[in-house]
């Protein structure tokens, strides 16, 4: 989490800074900061809140050309104002933005506070500017190398000195870090968002490098001193800062632009004729994926229920087993990864530090890890080095929604593709090809006529408490509903397996707690149907999402919500949408923070 941003050049560096950090605030809106250099000395604002708050209450800020901005989210120490970042060293002569944690914080503060420092913070990053300090004689790039090898822990940062103006040192380790070269001007940033503003020439710094970064020049190595070879990319995604196009919240607008993000992830991978798919980047002969025993999907949140529909779709479809791992999880629990299997790793911003973090245990074990990412160039897409963007455009609210239908969207080409060199015939694989192919178009249908999506948001909205019920497929889609409406509407929920709700959860049910069923037309339906028997005999209020024409399912509901009929394994695509909006609606009529609810950010970049 955490944003960095880091200009020097000929231009005016404050703007710039506001401007990076503007474009990185996904990544955390608790505090911000900014350092600029100026006369030999470094001025400082730092404040709660979010940038704009930082923006409104800069006081006759020095006309600096070189300086770094942070926007925060918080992890050691609350969120004050001696918290946010730029931290200094006891003179004000170093000043340091972290993204990361620095783990053995405790000893070093312990260290250095017998050296006579006296910490203005409870954070762990303030130990660096004073780490550097001790170690500073006059030369930046050394000081800095020196107190990052005391470091454990993972870090991105960039750093001010007071005695030289022309240069900012950056380094990383686990803590994604790119330096742009523009023209007459460098910039530092978290991720390429806020670099392509100056330039698309850039360099990713790898773990454990180092780079001292001047206004036209970069000078990269290891920390352990070895020489690194600057390798310049030149980068070609959609980082265009995206706009409200009318809606009043990013989240809405995104949710209505999944017909076309669907679209782009499918555009050129359908083969109608074969009734088959093409994902270049997965690189893969029909015999490569015949040698596939067994697929595993690692992932977060949102993406980690995207993983488990793909998994679902791989049984059904191409019959060889797979599952769908919790990352954090997956990473910790010294996993058994065999060479046949195939992973994959989904993320929407491609840098979430537990994902990365499972990929690179799967690597070291000797697996094969793909991305499924959106962000094109970002570090799990790199670390993968094959995969499959899944192209949804950039994804701005918090919550994720277009990103978890493109991802559902690229797992259902792969799987198509699996089938196919098993049992799937020619006829069976262009009735899948086409229904993918028009699965745009049933998302428009849903958007355009979404249903009472009003009456579910009167029946949720001050619940103490709704339980999300559904069954195979549409677990996977209560599940993430029920995650929408939390991080959305910070409204009390879970969501179950049907089938093992009577196994405890029934407990939880009174006279009109609301329960929310994803029961579309499919083989698990009737079964749906006894649960939704079950839950009324106990006095619940019940919303249901079913398949359009189904008046059976409709007529068990207190309020039903039609979405258009598609086969079993493509439901969730059409089932997760009301989900998606009434957690919106809810947080609406809360008068949530739509955009950037409490305590998240967009992009989860520490353990
Ligand atoms: C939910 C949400 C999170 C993310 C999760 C993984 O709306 O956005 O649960 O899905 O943090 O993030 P990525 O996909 O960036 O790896």
């Known amino acids: 989490m955490c944003g960095i941003f880091g200009y020097i050049g000929s231009k005016k560096a404050l703007p710039r800074l506001m401007e990076g950090l503007h474009r990185l605030e996904y990544r955390g809106y608790d505090s911000a900061g900014v350092a600029l250099l100026h006369d030999g000395r470094i001025w400082t604002h730092r404040r709660v809140g979010r940038v704009i708050q930082l923006e409104r209450t800069l006081n006759e800020p020095p006309d600096s050309r070189t300086g770094i901005a942070h926007t925060r989210w918080a992890t050691h120490g609350g969120i004050t104002e001696d918290n946010a970042h730029p931290h200094l060293d006891t003179e004000g002569r170093i000043a340091v933005v972290h993204n990361g944690i620095i783990e053995n914080m405790t000893t070093l503060r312990a260290q250095l506070e017998k050296e006579g420092v006296v910490f203005r913070s409870e954070t762990d990053s303030e130990v660096l500017p004073h780490l550097i300090r001790h170690f500073y004689r006059g030369n930046p790039l050394e000081a800095v190398n020196s107190a990052l090898q005391e470091v454990r822990g993972s870090y991105g940062i960039a750093v001010l000195f007071a005695d030289h103006p022309d240069c900012i040192v950056a380094a990383r380790n686990g803590s994604p870090l790119v330096v742009g070269l523009g023209d007459g001007e460098t910039v530092i940033a978290s991720d390429p968002q806020p670099v392509v503003a100056h330039t698309r020439r850039v360099v990713y710094l790898e773990d454990r490098e180092i780079a001292l970064v001047t206004a036209d020049d970069i000078e990269l190595q290891r920390l352990d001193g070895t020489a690194v070879n600057t390798e310049v990319e030149v980068i070609s995604g959609d980082y265009d800062v995206a706009d409200q196009r009318g809606y009043p919240h990013f ?127 970002s570090t799990i897409a790199r670390e993968c080095g094959a995969g499959t963007y899944v192209y949804a455009g950039p994804e701005v609210a918090v919550a994720s929604t277009k990103a978890f239908t493109s991802q559902v969207t690229a797992l259902l080409l792969f799987t198509l593709m699996l089938a196919r060199t098993r049992n799937l015939s020619l006829g069976e694989g262009r009735r899948v090809a086409r229904v993918l192919k028009e699965m745009p178009s049933k998302v428009a249908e849903y958007l355009q006529r979404p249903g009472p999506i009003d009456e579910a948001t009167a029946v949720v909205r001050d619940a103490p408490y709704v339980l999300f019920l559904g069954r195979g497929f549409s677990y996977a889609a209560a599940l993430e509903g029920a995650l929408k409406l939390k991080e959305i509407a910070y ?117």
């Open 251 to 377: 989240m809405l607008k995104e949710i209505h632009e999944q017909p076309e993000a669907i679209e782009r992830c499918l555009r050129g991978r359908i083969q109608e004729e074969e009734g088959n798919a093409r994902l270049g980047g997965l690189n893969m002969t029909p015999r490569d994926l015949l040698q596939v025993n067994s697929v595993t999907n690692v992932a977060c949140g949102t993406a980690y229920h995207a993983g488990l529909v793909g998994a679902m779709a791989i049984e059904a479809l191409a019959r060889i087993p797979a599952r769908a791992e919790i990352a954090s999880e997956y990473r910790h629990r010294r996993p058994i990864v065999s060479p046949d299997t195939l992973f994959f790793a989904i993320s929407q911003s491609g840098e979430t530090a537990d994902t990365l973090g499972a990929v690179q245990e799967i690597r070291l074990k000797g697996g094969h890890c793909m991305g499924v990412v959106n962000v094109v160039g």
């Open 491 to 607: 409204v009390a929920c879970e969501a179950y397996p049907a089938g093992e709700m009577k196994h405890g959860p029934i407990a939880m049910l009174e006279e009109g707690t609301p329960v929310l069923v994803v029961a579309p037309r499919d083989d698990q339906r009737d079964k749906a149907i006894s649960n939704m028997k079950e839950v009324q005999a106990r006095g619940a209020r019940l919303i249901v999402v079913h398949t359009a024409g189904d008046d059976e399912v409709a007529a068990l509901a207190d309020v039903a919500i039609p979405v258009p009929p598609v086969p079993y394994w493509a439901s969730p695509l059409v089932t997760v949408l009301p989900l998606q909006l009434l957690a919106y609606q809810t947080g609406l009529a809360l008068g949530r923070d739509i955009d950037r609810p409490r305590n998240l950010a967009k992009s989860v970049t520490v353990e």
